[in-house]
């Protein structure tokens, strides 16, 4: 591995709070519903919410839902209503149409926070209500909490407590993959020697891996510092390791897993290596298009730091500003230590000031949200929309062509488009 | 004799179907020996066992100018007239359409669009024919300051003999899609000697542009398209594909043989070979074979995209009812653009949709080729849209059960492509067995 920068070489990140503009927590639904089709979410919460949940999924129509709000009205302010008995109602009406739900998930928000509904108490109440048929857990996913990714978080940490003990020495990762890339990775963990490979989530809401002590924790996101800490807690060793992006970011993950396990670095290398050869052969032509591109990317998911990471060392890109809406020193160390020396990190944001920094820097290429995308591409900024990284498979030695590929595209289309 | 008692025409067509065309009963001889009451009288000479429809149309219409026409014709070697005469006459000047007609594409409000375009430029319509046009019309296409061959299967014989015979001049862009659009006014303004507007490349006419730039699109890049048609309109379509919406063109045919040199010119830009056929089974296995991501075609494409599982919008005849719709819904100028970028999105699985099924695949509701906008199920097909037996892979190529799963994981729209370029890269390493690993390698093959 190429030795990175020490952390001291970057300069102080910019702590910044004011206008903000990202997800909230809830957002999360929209792809956790997906990797656990047997749960339903039900958001506590008021009409913005739906509209939110709504907006982002509703562009696929489903035959059965997934999601849903129970909605706060003027009754359960006023505390006419007794808010519990209501939700009691309404999870009763869910679950006889939708029977097959085996995992509730009661999703706090903004209003049910404020109004300090308590949604771990209805969830206990709902458990011995249904219980042997459902179980109900609660999460909250509101804005003034979480930002976006941190939704996910939350979800796991909720189902940390039903995870079964067992002492048996496994490697647990940890974080959404998708499918094919969560195969792809146990399987080349397999040929590592690591028989026991678990993930968390699972693809079935009631197939929970176990946990304890022999348990090995490697993150597959970098947005899930209370689900680590959470099962810290519950006996397991963290593996430091970055994040797997990237040839470089992905053989390093894999590597420091196989050093947890004790695999020679004799075998990593004869694994992994053919691997990297490939996976750098596949990158060269979307590096073509990136290098020397200057690159900004605004807080959104967490993952900016690692992208930036992945972007400068292997696609050549130049970094003006990496944005991140939280940062954990302890879980981001690794990543820290290989960005390039004098990296302007922020954390937090006030978007206006960072939009002036922005329009004066004039990069080539903008991460964002959608937001600010289409406002950006109209002053003639190329920008590559970030919540698309989230439900990508991006993740792996095998990826790492895919994941450029989402950032050259856009700089290809506006290259190809010609109207006249 | 009937006929024309009955309906009192202004003029006759005579001609023969396929069969009459056997019995050789020469009718157009027969009415010119007629008494007709002095209504002229075109006789068709349409060889029914060697052209096909949009052929005849063009050589009826071109008969029946030419027959009505005739006793215009300027004396040879008069004077070509100015297409700027406009001016010294003081009046605006005017144009005919020529080439809209009934079961063309979208013909009824392509002439409206055109029309309100032209007038917005200050340009008049002479004639439209022929579609409304009667014969007293048609004899007013010389007073025109030019003509305008918008279907040119149609029109293109007339065009040329006007400009033979009457020095008309011909503005022979066809303007479906923003650039073509823009061309065709440049071209048009060219010829009447009319000032370019200054406003004339903006892009604000269409929201095409935008639309196609907006990053709800980055996701149309490079998506593999076939196109198959009548000649003008994959013509256009290929551009529009290409050039205004970003995808990339990996077939491009027709069935008009008489402007296949045109397509073959607009294919080789593309670096394709154009299929010139009027053999669906041949325009379904090149389909196949290029395992596009959408087909842009005909009715009949509809069938075959149908059959092998891949989204598909009609661009050109033959049509059928659903195609001539109550709504406006033009194909050329600004407002046709617009309704391009929708009707050639709308089949496509939609972004979010796209890549929740690209990350998890074991859904019991949103299953692999699931495009739930069209609010539906899965589509009939067989979920494996290329499927080709194993055994049929060819050269001794089987599939590993591992490179088999491995290929499952690939996205629906993509995995003929996929599995096409995994079996040419295991036949160029003389590869028996294909599995997991093959199918990386030749992933990263190919991304370069």
């Known amino acids: ?420 | 004799a009937d006929a024309v008692q009955r309906f009192q025409p202004e003029a006759l067509l005579v001609g023969e179907s396929c069969t009459a065309e056997l019995i050789q009963d020469q009718p157009g001889a027969l009415a010119a020996g007629m008494d007709l009451g002095g209504i002229p009288m075109v006789s068709l000479e349409l060889p029914a066992y060697s052209k096909k429809e949009n052929w005849g149309a063009a050589e009826t219409f071109y008969q029946l100018v030419r027959g009505l026409l005739k006793p215009q014709l300027p004396a040879p070697g008069s004077p070509r007239p100015d297409p700027s005469r406009w001016r010294a006459e003081g009046r605006r000047p005017r144009v005919n359409l020529l080439g809209p007609s009934l079961l063309g594409f979208r013909c009824r409000d392509d002439v409206r669009e055109i029309r309100q375009l032209l007038d917005g430029y200050g340009i008049d319509v002479a004639v439209v024919a022929p579609l409304g046009a009667r014969p007293a019309d048609l004899l007013r296409i010389p007073a025109a300051d030019a003509n305008l061959n918008l279907y040119p299967e149609l029109a293109g014989t007339v065009c040329s003999w006007l400009e033979r015979q009457f020095g008309m001049a011909t503005v022979n862009t066809v303007p479906i899609g923003i650039g073509a659009t823009v061309a065709f006014l440049r071209e048009l303004h060219g010829v009447l000697d009319l000032p370019l507007p200054a406003d004339l490349e903006a892009e604000g006419h269409s929201r095409l542009p935008w639309y196609s730039r907006s990053v709800d699109s980055t996701y149309l890049t490079g998506k593999r398209v076939f196109i198959f048609g009548d000649a003008s309109h994959a013509i256009a379509a290929a551009r529009i594909a290409s050039r205004e919406l970003g995808f990339a063109v990996v077939g491009l045919g027709s069935y008009s043989r008489e402007q296949a040199r045109e397509l073959r010119a607009a294919a080789k830009e593309l670096g394709l070979e154009a299929l010139i056929t009027d053999d669906y089974l041949a325009v379904e296995a090149a389909m196949a074979e290029a395992a596009p991501e959408l087909v842009l075609g005909t009715q009949m494409e509809r069938h075959s995209a149908k059959r092998l599982g891949i989204p598909c919008a009609v661009i050109s005849t033959p049509l059928h009812v659903q195609d001539v719709p109550a709504r406006y819904a033009p194909q050329m100028g600004f407002e046709g653009a617009n309704v391009i970028f929708d009707t050639w999105v709308h089949p496509l699985m939609m972004g979010l949709e796209e890549h929740l099924i690209g990350m998890f695949r074991h859904d019991f509701e949103f299953v692999d080729g699931h495009r739930s906008h069209l609010g539906d199920g899965p589509p009939a097909a067989a979920p494996e849209p290329m499927a080709v037996a194993p055994a049929a892979a060819g050269g001794g190529l089987s599939w590993s059960t591992d490179g088999e799963a491995e290929l499952a994981k690939i996205p629906f729209f993509v995995r003929g492509k996929v599995r096409r370029n995994t079996e040419r890269y295991a036949r160029e390493r003389g590869l028996e067995l294909i599995d997991s690993e093959a199918l990386y390698e030749a992933k990263a093959h190919f991304s370069r």
């Open chain 1, 1 to 420: 591995m190429a030795t990175g920068t020490a952390v001291e070489a970057l300069p102080p990140p910019l702590k910044e709070s004011g206008q903000r503009e990202v997800f909230c927590g809830l957002t999360s639904i929209v792809w956790l519903h997906r990797r656990m089709p047997d749960a339903f979410f039900l958001v506590v919460g008021s009409r913005t919410c739906a509209h939110l949940i709504q907006s982002a999924a509703g562009v696929m129509i489903f035959a059965e839902p997934r999601f849903g709000t129970a909605i706060l009205g003027e009754r359960d302010l006023a505390g006419l209503a007794d808010a519990n008995e209501e939700l009691d109602r309404l999870v009763a009406q869910l679950l006889a149409r939708r029977p097959e739900i085996r995992t509730l998930f009661l999703v706090g928000s903004c209003p049910s926070e404020v109004i300090k509904l308590d949604l771990a108490k209805a969830a206990e109440r709902l458990n011995r209500q249904h219980t042997g048929r459902v179980t109900v857990l609660n999460y909250s996913g509101s804005g003034i909490e979480t930002t976006f990714t941190q939704g996910e978080d939350g979800a796991l940490q909720a189902l940390i407590p039903l995870m079964p003990r067992s002492e048996q020495s496994q490697l647990l990762i940890v974080g959404t993959l998708a499918d094919a890339v969560e195969d792809r990775l146990v399987s080349l963990f397999h040929r590592l020697g690591i028989e026991r490979v678990a993930s968390l989530p699972p693809r079935r809401s009631t197939e929970l891996p176990a946990v304890g002590p022999g348990t090995q924790l490697l993150l597959a996101q970098p947005f899930l510092s209370g689900t680590a800490r959470a099962l810290l807690d519950r006996g397991a060793t963290l593996i430091r390791a970055p994040y797997p992006f990237g040839v470089e970011g992905s053989r390093a993950w894999m590597a420091a897993a196989a050093a947890a396990f004790g695999v020679p670095p004799a075998q990593v290398a004869e694994v992994l290596d053919p691997l990297v050869e490939r996976g750098r052969r596949a990158l060269a032509p979307h590096r073509d298009t990136l290098a020397g591109k200057r690159l900004f990317l605004m807080p959104d998911s967490q993952l900016e730091i690692p992208l930036a990471r992945f972007l400068s060392r292997e696609c050549g890109m130049d970094l003006v500003e990496v944005g991140t809406p939280y940062l954990d020193r302890q879980l981001m160390a690794e990543e820290l230590a290989l960005l390039p020396a004098g990296t302007q990190l922020s954390e937090g944001q006030h978007v206006d000031n960072q939009l002036a920094r922005l329009r004066a820097a004039r990069p080539d290429l903008v991460v964002c949200g959608l937001g600010l995308a289409n406002p950006l591409e109209a002053e003639g900024m190329a920008t590559k929309w970030s919540i698309e990284l989230v439900f990508s498979p991006i993740h792996g030695i095998d990826q790492a062509a895919d994941l450029a590929e989402l950032f050259a595209r856009p700089l290809r289309r506006r290259a190809a488009l010609a109207f006249v």
